[in-house]
């Protein structure tokens, strides 16, 4: 089987390659780069006048499979992502039952496999049954699949607890994410704390509920000397701590979500249940510092925190509705406004969902080398398209950005070179 992806603007931040080349896939994986390849018995797809980049690469998206498939599930959660361009993602564990054994993680493995649109890499539990109270099979779980360990959605309250899950998942060389929330600083609060909060005469949550955790995790994570990463920093202060700990030389890396880097606590205002997720958004001073952040390297990658809820869910008073938004289908062209916006380079955008968040959760993918599996996505960066609920492949949907027009999107989405999805 062989085809030829012809005439494209090639990005591959990997091998800091940007250039007009074809690329030849030969039975799935990436077989030759060059200015001109002649087409022989290969299958041609056109992608003049389109960037060709490494299938893009989600490392937080909540799949919601097993036990809550009335948000999301495998077949569906992946479908968005190659609408979105996204070929990788890793789910988060906290399902129903949670993926702190064998029979969870291969369950998602076999049913992304045979069913899927995407590659999925499971992400295992810290702690059993998201309790906090005693490790999950760490070593067990790496070995079945899972590519790093958290317990996203709640914090690891307890110190030692963490310490200990550094130490372990830095044995065999996975990651430990950690969902920075003290939860006594919460204090029950649903949005960010500030102007617009006291305004809508909602609770608030501080910025120091999440600088206080990311700076206890960062300590941890120097005295183990193994892997933390953070995951959605929302505050000037975690990007600050990231910063520092980094030049320090500690192990740590970290994301941001585009919502993070896009909204801020203005769009809560209608009291719009939409713009509700944990961490919340923040102020424009906060904004400002995770686009530093990634500017400068801080931050690793962006992840959306794909978090699919039902309509019930979210149409009910601000205080009482659930967390989170869909993301995968406009991860791409919200990223594309930072090289819009002069934020970031067009490599350095790809390489932060591509190449980087590959290289935080140690798989072999996001680059276009040869021998690669093929995994591509074409984007046009300058279509205008209109987000509409009814278009969404996800299930939910539960966008604050339904309604507004978006600038980029994947036009065709590879998967070891098959089409999974054409616009
Ligand atoms: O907004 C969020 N939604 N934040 C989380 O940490 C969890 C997630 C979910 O699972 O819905
Ligand atoms: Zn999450």
């Known amino acids: 089987m062989k085809v030829l992806v012809k005439s494209g603007r090639v990005i591959d931040p990997a091998n800091a390659i940007d250039e007009k080349l074809d690329i030849l896939i030969v039975d799935g994986k990436i077989a030759e780069l060059a200015p001109n390849i002649g087409a022989g018995e290969a299958d041609v797809i056109s992608a003049a006048g389109m960037l060709v980049t490494p299938g893009l690469i989600d490392m937080h998206v909540h799949l919601r499979d097993p036990g809550l498939e009335y948000k999301e599930d495998i077949i569906t959660g992946t479908r968005a992502a190659a609408a979105g361009g996204v070929t990788s993602l890793a789910c988060m564990p906290n399902t129903s039952p949670v993926n702190d054994n064998l029979a969870v993680t291969r369950y998602i493995i076999s049913k992304a496999g045979e069913q899927g649109s995407a590659n999925v890499f499971p992400i295992g539990c810290i702690s059993k049954g998201m309790k906090g109270e005693i490790l999950a099979e760490m070593g067990e779980l790496k070995e079945g699949g899972c590519v790093g360990f958290s317990d996203d959605g709640l914090p690891v309250k307890d110190g030692e607890m963490m310490r200990r899950a550094l130490e372990y998942a830095g044995t065999f060389g996975a990651p430990i994410i950690s969902h920075a929330e003290d939860l006594s600083l919460v204090a029950g609060g649903a949005m960010n704390e500030g102007p ?20 206890r995790d960062i300590m941890l994570a120097e005295l183990t000397g193994t892997h933390l990463h953070v995951a959605h920093v929302s505050t000037r202060g975690s990007v600050e701590l990231v910063r520092q700990a980094k030049t320090r030389g500690v192990h740590v890396t970290c994301e941001a979500t585009p919502h993070h880097f896009t909204l801020t606590d203005d769009a809560v205002r209608g009291y719009n249940t939409n713009a509700k997720m944990n961490p919340p958004l923040r102020s424009q001073d906060d904004v400002d510092a995770v686009c530093a952040g990634l500017a400068d390297g801080t931050i690793d990658a962006i992840a959306t925190d794909h978090a699919p809820h039902h309509i019930d869910e979210k149409n009910v008073e601000f205080a009482i509705a659930m967390n989170g938004i869909v993301g995968l289908e406009t991860l791409l062209p919200l990223t594309l406004k930072l090289v819009g916006n002069k934020v970031l380079s067009l490599q350095q955008a790809i390489a932060l969902i591509s190449c980087q968040p590959a290289r935080i959760l140690g798989i072999d993918r996001g680059t276009l080398s040869v021998g690669a599996v093929a995994d591509i996505t074409l984007i ?44």
């Open 196 to 215: 617009v909060s006291t305004e809508l005469g909602l609770k608030g949550i501080p910025n120091v509920a999440e600088d206080a955790m990311t700076a």
């Open 380 to 423: 046009n960066p300058n279509k205008e398209w209109l987000v509409e609920a009814e278009k969404l492949q996800s299930k939910s949907k539960n966008s604050p950005f339904i309604g507004q027009t978006m600038r980029g999107c994947a036009m065709k989405t590879l998967l070891a070179g098959k089409e999974v999805y054409s616009r």
